[in-house]
């Protein structure tokens, strides 16, 4: 849920660590999707500081949708939304965004996403 509440201050973070966590967005109907704003890091300061250099950050995603897989990059080091438009518009009824390569955090070593919006 904190993917997708439209605030930058929250994120997702997996459960568990390890290789490759991933997070799904599933629609009530078929969607067509041609990009995704991804707010990467935790974009908070807090009473603990800044957590978005704390945190890992996604600099390598791959997008399955629609039967179709993408391999799409980040930059690690930017905060606000990130523009990644698909090679293609795929229709779909999720969305599945695997994370494959991060920046590493300063104290924390799960992975952090602020926000996902998806594109029509």
């Given amino acids: 849920d904190q993917a997708i509440d439209g605030d930058l201050g929250t994120s997702w973070q997996p459960k568990k660590g390890g290789a490759n ?3 799904e967005l599933r629609f009530d109907k078929p969607t ?4 995704l704003e991804i707010g990467n890091g935790f ?3 807090d009473d603990l500081g800044d957590l978005f250099p ?4 996604a600099t390598a995603i791959t997008v399955a949708a ?3 897989t993408f391999k799409l990059t980040l ?12 090679p293609e518009a795929v229709t779909t009824e999720a ?8 920046a590493e955090g300063t104290r924390w070593k ?9 594109l029509q």
């Fill in 75 to 86: 930059d690690g080091n930017l905060r606000g939304y990130q523009l990644l438009v698909l």
């Fill in 110 to 118: 799960n992975v952090a996403i602020s926000e996902v919006r998806v």
């Fill in 66 to 68: 629609g039967g179709k």
């Fill in 54 to 57: 704390m945190n890992r950050r």
């Fill in 43 to 45: 974009q908070r300061e």
């Fill in 21 to 23: 966590p991933w997070l």
């Fill in 32 to 35: 067509t999707v041609s990009a």
């Fill in 95 to 102: 969305v599945r965004i695997t994370v494959t390569a991060t």
